[in-house]
């Protein structure tokens, strides 16, 4: 048996009746036929408005009013969102719905749909055509042919370091590349990203393979629901093969320019040729939780893409319950056919969906208090 995994996590105590309260109304439309070609460098006249008709046109949607903080200067990203996970309200959007490449934050997709699926103890030997298939230049955590690792170990190397190595033995335990693409395909349809478009299930750059700031926020709010994926994107550090890996996050571990942002908790990060930089990370502060999606800032400076989030949740923090919002963040299919959110986290392993359940935390631990709804636990984290 391998030695026990040494982790760092950040901490982001919530309860569950916080992170999320879904609505179960249709949303105003639900436009957008499925994308067919690369994006072009500015954002079309007319996106979809999955979540309020404000989010479906371009450039920035505010309601800034007297007295209410102005949003952050020398934003340069195409795209970004700034949600609150609470209640799903988005307070702030510059093109929230325009296709542009996700990079590795479509792992995030990846995560939620096939986490409920594998035991985290399972152990795997891998071979060589666990690892075929990668694209070159692609992101690794290390893997090595003939080597076993557990699922635990896997998922770590997806969501620390956004190991496409990883990513493609998890898709191999799945049933293959191919099935795992219709899954995930089918997971996004279901939580209504009517935006994505899945080619790959690791983010690579590949032609078609789309996604948007609003799903990618969709895609962060579906996962922290997970108990297993909210340890994950907190997990700071942690052993893998007799190694330290650090998580590539920089507001999470830190950097000489970016430091750790007061009270976040992941979610992920990625960075391609034709995606640019990319990043949705959450964080609370006074009880409030955020969700910010960045995507591509034009600014080419170190870190820019968490130096631009940070400055987004700044100022969703002041703005929040002060602002009128500009739309949604809608509720799954599953929610609008039943009337009411699952109440089961994780509940179907086969579906992938795992439901959207109002019994989860942000992150797991020490101390936990139950309720008729939601728990909440609680963390000491290392110093």
């Not at 799903?215 to 108990?227: C, I, M, N, V, Y």
């Not at 089961?344 to 008729?372: C, I, N, Q, R």
Request: glycine letters at 10%; proline letters at 7%; charged letters at 20%.
């Amino acid at each position: 048996m391998p030695a026990p995994k040494k982790l760092t996590r950040r901490s982001l105590p919530v309860t569950s009746a916080a992170l999320l309260s879904l609505s179960v109304t249709a949303p105003t439309a639900l436009a957008v036929p499925r994308p067919s070609a690369s994006p072009t460098v500015t954002p079309p006249a007319h996106m979809s408005t999955v979540g309020g008709e404000r989010l479906g046109r371009p450039g920035i949607q505010v309601n800034l009013a007297p007295g209410l903080p102005a949003l952050p200067k020398n934003l340069t990203a195409r795209s970004w969102v700034v949600a609150d996970a609470q209640s799903g309200k988005v307070l702030a959007a510059h093109n929230a719905h325009w296709r542009l490449p996700p990079a590795s934050t479509l792992k995030m997709l990846f995560a939620d749909t096939l986490l409920p699926r594998f035991p985290k103890d399972i152990r795997h030997k891998v071979e060589p055509s666990d690892l075929a298939g990668m694209g070159a230049g692609s992101s690794v955590v290390g893997m090595k042919q003939g080597h076993t690792y557990t699922v635990r170990d896997l998922w770590l190397g997806v969501f620390l370091r956004s190991g496409n190595d990883a990513v493609h033995t998890l898709a191999h335990l799945n049933g293959g590349l191919q099935r795992t693409v219709k899954d995930i395909q089918a997971h996004a349809d279901e939580l209504q990203a009517l935006d994505t478009h899945v080619v790959t299930p690791d983010g690579y750059d590949e032609p078609g393979q789309l996604s948007s700031a609003y799903d990618l926020t969709l895609f962060a709010r579906s996962g922290l629901h997970k108990e297993d994926f909210r340890d994950y994107c907190s997990t700071v550090s942690a052993t893998f093969d007799s190694r330290e890996i650090r998580n590539t996050n920089r507001l999470l571990s830190g950097d000489t320019d970016v430091p750790v942002y007061q009270g976040i908790a992941g979610v992920k990060n990625g960075e391609t040729t034709n995606a640019g930089a990319t990043f949705t990370g959450a964080a609370q502060r006074s009880g409030k939780v955020l969700l910010v999606t960045v995507m591509h800032p034009a600014k080419r400076e170190h870190n820019q893409v968490y130096k631009e989030t940070a400055k987004l949740l700044d100022w969703g923090f002041r703005a929040d319950g002060k602002v009128t919002p500009v739309g949604e963040l809608v509720a799954p299919q599953s929610a609008l056919r039943s009337g009411t959110p699952s109440s089961e986290p994780g509940a179907t392993a086969g579906s992938g969906s795992a439901g959207l359940s109002t019994a989860a935390a942000m992150v797991g631990g020490a101390l936990a208090v139950f309720g008729l709804a939601a728990y909440l636990i609680r963390r000491r984290w290392p110093q």
